[in-house]
């Protein structure tokens, strides 16, 4: 059994910082990439940012310069530190890992539950 586990949103002013955290735990073989993406109402699911085991990165247009990506694989925990926040980052934010878990011959792609950040103007 694996889980993901997300922490960290809530409600924050315009200009303001969050960081996400999310956790991987269970019978885990191994993690490749993990990322984080979001959802706002009427939209669809869209990638905010996701980052290899080694290191290399990627964001989304909207976020470059904003949002920072990190993960520790000791603790397969994966961050979104979010700063200068806008309304329009509003969404419920989701934690996405290609991982492989113990007995498995391949990776699968596993969800957290999500979490909400909300941005006032």
Known sequence: QVQLVESGGGLVQAGGSLRLSCAASGSIFSINA???????????????????????????????????????????????????????????YYCNADLRALGYGREYDYWGQGTQVTVSS
């Open 34 to 92: 993990m990322g984080w993406y979001r959802q706002a109402p009427g939209k669809q699911r869209e990638l905010v940012a996701a980052i290899t085991s080694g290191g290399s990165t990627n964001y989304a247009d909207s976020v470059k310069g904003r949002f920072t990506i990190s993960r520790d694989n000791a603790k397969n925990t994966v961050y979104l530190q979010m700063n200068s926040l806008k309304p329009e980052d509003t969404a419920v």
